[in-house]
């Protein structure tokens, strides 16, 4: 089968005129030089092949398993409900009765910000918690009304009611809960939870403190008893802050109890943090207590509502002393298909990218802040699964947007929740609230309401401790949080989500796009333990520290390592960092190598280059007109030299660290072509060589063997078959195995005291294959070619010292592109290699033209 695809894909491409054999990877024929035939039969060479369309295609295109494992993980809970026991059902239980608990008057509260009726915060509520189980891969997040969804709801009612004031608001909240919950499990569906990551933590930061900023601005009015005619609280924080001072002195009974509701709250969680302090062998004991504070307090103020209004019987609310909630229906009274049209939704469409921003951010980021905290990972794809059915299942019952809340979650966390379960819990409790509780909810003062939604959002802003660690970590994304944090208290909330996103999002480009790489040096080191140098792998510890055993590699107490020239990354600048070799310059891509920033790269690299390199031949420009209009070097005159005498190096090799890199594209690799090609004129008429470390992925090693790269760009007629490469080599088992290691340790060392002792004349090739790399060897009087890996074979440098019959060894990456090294030390010592071999037969040329 493949080889049919093969022959007719060349078939194809023959009669498109395309040129498959468009390079040579050896730089000549077969049967010219010693490194150019390979063979991939021996078991100890390797050749790479490139990947395949077809094979990133099988590997992209999810199997039958993958799509099995698919469908599989829309359910998460069919992996562990099977294992479900009575330990479980007792840490849910305590965990979803307390959440239910608290949800009741939050939801209600949360209602009033959405501009609906308090008993569709019950119904939210419900459909949350029920629905969420299903598809939850975090057993702590807790989905339901919030404050800041809450009050883009109630935006968006408002918003509406302006223009239709015929909807009513539970519809509009009801179309909008569809919609955004469609485009969010869209997303999950299709597995797009990586989006969420775009999203900073500044972002995060400064959408939460600006909206508990704007919502507990906005509840002072109500808090306060001010008339909502005196006090808008839909308009810009600012605004609501200087109206509010405004009106103060028009305030009534209300405030009495809902300052007096806001005091208690804060006095009780002191409390109760100070005896959990103090008294840490009851210290679960004081956190229930201290979660329950506002279902405690809204108890009391219910109390004292109906103490003051007994004569009202349940009806006519407008004739108690202070506002109150008054009759909430029982059941599900709104329950039904949610009117859905399109003329509703462009409506609110302008809210569309807000209340889709705002379900996600709530949501992922308390979720993978709780799977951090609790040791578990959570699915950001199937997250987004979750809180998409439960918005687009919520409205039949009556529910509006929600999404996951900060303070249940942190509750629901600390009182030990085993599973996704406890939700079922909490939506029991709800529903015993919506069927029986709903008299005792026409007492609760609306102020204590208020008091409730402020001290919950007061956790919710980001404490001055925090942004000055923020300050110390990124101060520039410090100024995008305060950027968001004012837009949204001089406008709106919507504009602070943007701002933030947006702001985020050019700051990463800007990296991306500036992003500068750094010249290295080669600096070598030594390892000290106290006054002792370490000695290497095999050094032994004894009570004076490390001792060396015989036969240990003295060359291994020291080693090279690369540091920017500029010391920019923080070493000490004292350390002298220099280009390890006149004309060979090691660069270092600081992030990715792609298009946006493949300019800035090069610009800044070829800049360094010619101005501490020579042109190779300065006077190479036959006549006066040949010469480029900006360079202003040499004479006017052609073939006149320089009075100037320029000791700089010629450029003779390049090494690229792709440590950094993991893809590349079109651009970037042109960019490189025309580097190479602009750099090969420079040194005309010698080739520049281009060494690439550490490159971590075959398709980037595919894209740059097409341009070229990867193996010597010598001419055929320069007559430079002398060129062998260097490769990197490791031990295929034998003596280094674990289990042979143990049993002829010391054979090994007296084998190589012993072969030590009778070799002689060690050349260059063997000293570095200490540091694991070979050379081939080639005898110089040979003008036959040998296969390189009977080459490799034969090496002398593949046994340094080690009897043929206790280790096998093999090259680590593909003989066919030698200029594709596994790290910068190999990439370094081939390039020296071949800058010495060129000046070698330089100095040969120019011997015979005198």
Not at 210 to 220: P, Y
């Amino acid at each position: 089968m493949d080889e049919a695809r093969t022959k007719a894909g060349h078939g194809v491409a023959k009669a498109l005129g395309i040129k498959l054999d468009y390079r040579n990877e050896t730089g000549d024929t077969k049967l010219s030089r010693g490194e150019s035939v390979f063979s991939v039969e021996s078991a100890d060479n390797y050749v790479e092949y490139e990947p395949t369309i077809w094979e990133w295609m099988a590997n992209t295109w999810p199997s039958k398993r993958a799509w099995w494992e698919y469908f599989k993980s829309l359910f998460p809970f069919t992996s562990w409900i099977h294992l479900y026991n009575l330990q479980w059902l007792a840490g849910d239980l305590v965990a979803g009765i307390t959440i239910g608990a608290v949800v009741i008057p939050q939801g209600m509260a949360y209602a009033k910000l959405a501009e609906l009726p308090v008993e569709f915060g019950l119904y939210s509520s419900f459909m949350g918690v029920l629905v969420y189980w299903f598809f939850a891969t975090s057993k702590d997040i807790t989905i339901g009304p919030v404050a800041v969804m809450s009050t883009i709801t109630g935006n968006v009612v408002l918003h509406v009611q302006e223009v239709r004031p015929d909807l009513e608001p539970h519809v509009v909240a009801s179309a909008l809960a569809i919609i955004g919950g469609a485009i969010v499990c869209f997303l999950g569906l299709i597995r797009l939870g990586w989006l969420v990551d775009f999203i900073s933590l500044a972002s995060i930061s400064a959408f939460m403190t600006g909206a508990a900023i704007n919502i507990a601005c906005g509840q002072v009015r109500a808090l306060m008893g001010i008339s909502a005619d005196l006090v808008d609280t839909r308009d810009s924080t600012y605004r609501v802050i200087i109206n509010t001072l405004k009106h103060l002195p028009d305030t009534s009974l209300d405030a009495a109890l809902g300052l007096s509701c806001l005091a208690m709250l804060y006095i009780v969680r002191s409390g109760f943090n100070y005896l959990a302090r103090k008294q840490p062998n009851r210290r679960k004991i004081w956190f229930f207590c201290n979660t329950l504070r506002s279902v405690f307090v809204i108890l009391l103020y219910t109390l004292i509502g109906w103490l003051c209004n007994l004569d009202l019987n349940g009806k006519n609310s407008e004739r108690s002393p202070f506002a109150i909630l008054g009759r909430v229906p029982r059941g599900f009274q709104d329950a039904g298909v949610p009117v859905v049209t399109s003329d509703i939704i462009s409506l609110f469409a302008s809210e569309l990218p807000a209340t889709v921003i705002v379900l996600l951010i709530e949501h992922i980021s308390i979720a993978k802040s709780f799977g951090r905290i609790n040791n578990y990972t959570i699915n950001p794809s199937q997250e987004m699964v979750a809180i998409g059915v439960s918005n687009l299942l919520a409205p039949f019952l009556g529910g509006y947007p929600a999404t996951g809340s900060f303070s249940r979650t942190a509750i629901k966390s600390k009182a030990g929740v085993r599973t996704p379960f406890a939700g079922v819990i909490t939506a029991a409790v709800v529903l015993i609230a919506i069927y029986g509780l709903t008299a005792v909810f026409f007492y609760i003062p609306n102020s204590v309401l208020s008091a409730v939604i402020i001290h919950a959002v007061g956790d919710l802003i980001t404490p001055p401790n925090t942004v000055y660690q923020f300050w110390r970590i990124s101060p520039i994304e410090v100024i995008i949080f305060f950027a968001g944090v004012l837009v949204t208290v001089f406008s709106t909330i919507e504009y602070g989500v943007y701002t933030t996103v947006c702001a985020s999002l050019a700051l990463l480009l800007f990296r991306v796009f500036k992003a500068r790489g750094r010249f290295l040096g080669r600096v070598k080191i030594h390892s000290v333990i106290g006054d002792h140098l370490v000695e290497g792998s095999d050094a032994k510890y004894g009570p004076n520290g490390p001792q060396s055993v015989p036969g240990n590699d003295p060359d291994k107490s020291a080693r090279n390592i690369f540091l920017p020239i500029d010391h920019e990354d923080g070493s000490n600048p004292l350390i002298h960092a220099e280009h390890p070799y006149p004309g060979i310059f090691i660069y270092r891509f600081s992030e990715g190598y792609n298009y946006p920033n493949a300019n800035h790269y090069l610009d800044y690299m070829t800049s360094v280059i010619f101005k501490e390199t020579r042109r190779t031949n300065p006077h190479s420009f036959p006549r006066l007109g040949d010469r480029p209009w900006n360079d202003a070097g040499g004479s006017r005159k052609p073939q006149e030299p320089s009075l100037v005498q320029d000791d700089r190096p010629t450029l003779k090799a390049i090494i690229l660290d792709f440590s950094s890199v993991n893809n590349v594209d079109l651009t970037s690799v042109q960019h490189l072509i025309d580097v190479r090609n602009q750099l090969d004129r420079y040194t005309t008429p010698e080739k520049v060589q281009w060494h690439f470390a550490c490159i971590n992925n075959r398709w980037t090693k595919r894209a740059l063997a097409a341009a070229g790269f990867g193996y010597p760009s010598i001419e055929e007629d320069d007559g430079f078959h002398r060129w062998k490469a260097i490769f990197s080599v490791a031990e295929m088992g034998g003596f280094d195995s674990a289990a042979a290691a143990a049993e002829d340790a010391e054979n090994r060392r007296e084998t190589r005291l012993q072969q030590m002792d009778i070799e002689t004349g060690r050349s260059l090739s063997r000293q570095r294959s200490r540091r694991e790399e070979v050379e081939p060897i080639e005898e110089a009087d040979s003008d036959d070619s040998e296969d390189l890996d009977r080459q490799l074979q034969k090496s002398k440098a593949y046994k340094e010292g080690v009897p043929e019959k206790d280790t096998r060894v093999a090259v680590v990456q593909g003989l066919n592109r030698p200029y594709f090294h596994i790290d910068l030390t190999s990439a370094l010592q081939s390039a020296i290699h071949t800058a010495e071999i060129l000046e070698a037969k330089q100095g040969s040329d120019h011997q015979k033209d005198n």
